[in-house]
């Protein structure tokens, strides 16, 4: 589905270029994981967490006591350009508890990057080298409220935005006039805000934790800005079209055969996208987990996750991780490492490595 209206130029008089969208749409994704969650392999929608935050389900949130800040980031290594040798957007989420059992919650998280180029033929007469980088941003804001020791509920909004710059040189492969030689142009494709509901719900008891989540379709305003220069002068055109991001739903069940020990599995599912000329199949990611206590504030995690479908259709996770809190639970750091391997076109495997930190308001004293 075309999302835009076409852009059309006249280079020099000569050839007529339509905006050209990139090959991998709004790039490669990640699924929003803080890095306890990612230790486990994307365990969380069945899991409580009092001190990081869940775009996959927010209503875990509800057990925070006390208000706080995390702070998260991710190293990525592998066969994918757009996050090789690069580190993520940075995540931030901030909890402030309230009378009631209410907690107001709110987070920024990176969710997509692209970073590729193409070289083709332009009419009868041009090269053109098309070069694409940008990516998409997430924000949540909203509340979640325990009604009682074991069960909550959580609604808010999603907003996704960002930008996708596209950076094209037209170089002359056929003598047309005396004075023409190359064209450069800049195609700046901005998502506006879209925003969408979420709702979610946890019950959780001493030994047992189920929880789901649903994020609506969100469509918002995609603008694209051209600028042009050549041998012959400059101009500047606009266009303005929808885009649309599909829906997403999160299940996810978690067990305490001791105390010390947590088992959990998550299933994420979301539709077909389609979005500047790309479709992204539905699928789904399972994920299975577990986390142990190991005493003195030290928390060892190890999980597994595989994808039907989605953006690496067949891509297996392999993770572990590990978690530290001191001062009584007044701050600390989770670290998890990954290993993930897929197919496309051939074998493709990339290395995360995934960090957070943390602190309550504890912190700074009674």
């Given at each position: 589905m075309t999302l835009l209206p076409c852009i059309v130029f006249v280079i020099s008089g000569i050839v007529s270029i339509d905006y050209l969208p990139p090959p991998d749409g709004i790039g490669s994704e990640i699924?929003?994981?803080?890095?306890?969650?990612?230790?486990?392999?994307?365990?969380?929608?069945?899991?409580?967490?009092?001190?990081?935050?869940?775009?996959?389900?927010?209503?875990?949130?509800?057990?925070?006591?006390?208000?706080?800040?995390?702070?998260?980031?991710?190293?990525?290594?592998?066969?994918?350009?757009?996050?090789?040798?690069?580190?993520?957007?940075?995540?931030?989420?901030?909890?402030?508890?309230?009378?009631?059992?209410?907690?107001?919650?709110?987070?920024?998280?990176?969710r997509s990057r692209i970073d590729s180029e193409l070289q083709m033929a332009v009419g009868d007469d041009y090269t053109g080298?098309?070069?694409?980088?940008?990516?998409?941003?997430?924000?949540?804001?909203?509340?979640?409220?325990?009604?009682?020791?074991?069960?909550?509920?959580?609604?808010?909004?999603?907003?996704?935005?960002?930008?996708?710059?596209?950076?094209?040189?037209?170089?002359?492969?056929?003598?047309i006039t005396p004075t023409s030689d190359s064209s450069v142009y800049r195609d700046d494709a901005r998502f506006r805000m879209a925003w969408g509901g979420v709702f979610g719900i946890l019950l959780n008891t001493d030994r047992f934790g189920l929880g789901f989540s649903i994020s609506t379709d969100r469509k918002g305003t995609l603008d694209v800005n051209r600028d042009f220069l050549s041998t012959s002068g400059s101009d500047?055109?606009?266009?303005?079209?929808?885009?649309?991001?599909?829906?997403?739903?999160?299940?996810?069940?978690?067990?305490?055969?001791?105390?010390?020990?947590?088992?959990?599995?998550?299933?994420?599912?979301?539709?077909?996208?389609?979005?500047?000329?790309?479709?992204?199949?539905?699928?789904?990611?399972?994920?299975?987990?577990?986390?142990?206590?190991?005493?003195?504030?030290?928390?060892?995690?190890?999980?597994?996750s595989y994808m039907d479908g989605l953006w690496r259709d067949g891509a297996s996770t392999f993770t572990a991780g590990a978690g530290y809190s001191f001062s009584e639970g007044r701050a600390g750091v989770d670290i998890a490492a990954g290993y993930q391997y897929w197919r496309e076109d051939h074998f493709r495997e990339e290395t995360v490595l995934s960090i957070s930190l943390w602190a309550t308001e504890k912190w700074l004293g009674e």
């Open positions: 699924l929003p994981l803080n890095s306890r969650s990612y230790g486990m392999g994307g365990v969380c929608a069945g899991v409580p967490d009092s001190t990081g935050f869940s775009m996959l389900n927010p209503a875990a949130s509800a057990w925070t006591l006390a208000g706080g800040i995390c702070l998260g980031g991710r190293y990525s290594e592998g066969d994918v350009k757009a996050w090789d040798n690069q580190l993520d957007f940075p995540t931030v989420s901030a909890f402030v508890p309230l009378p009631g059992g209410i907690v107001l919650s709110g987070t920024i998280d990176g080298k098309f070069s694409w980088t940008g990516g998409l941003v997430e924000t949540y804001t909203g509340l979640s409220v325990r009604t009682s020791d074991w069960l909550a509920f959580s609604v808010g909004g999603r907003c996704s935005f960002g930008n996708i710059l596209s950076d094209v040189t037209l170089t002359q492969t056929a003598m500047s055109s606009s266009s303005s079209g929808i885009y649309y991001l599909p829906g997403e739903i999160s299940v996810g069940i978690s067990f305490r055969p001791t105390e010390r020990l947590l088992i959990g599995a998550d299933i994420y599912s979301r539709k077909v996208m389609n979005i500047l000329d790309s479709r992204t199949a539905h699928g789904d990611v399972y994920s299975v987990g577990a986390e142990l206590y190991a005493g003195n504030g030290i928390s060892v995690r190890s999980g597994f």
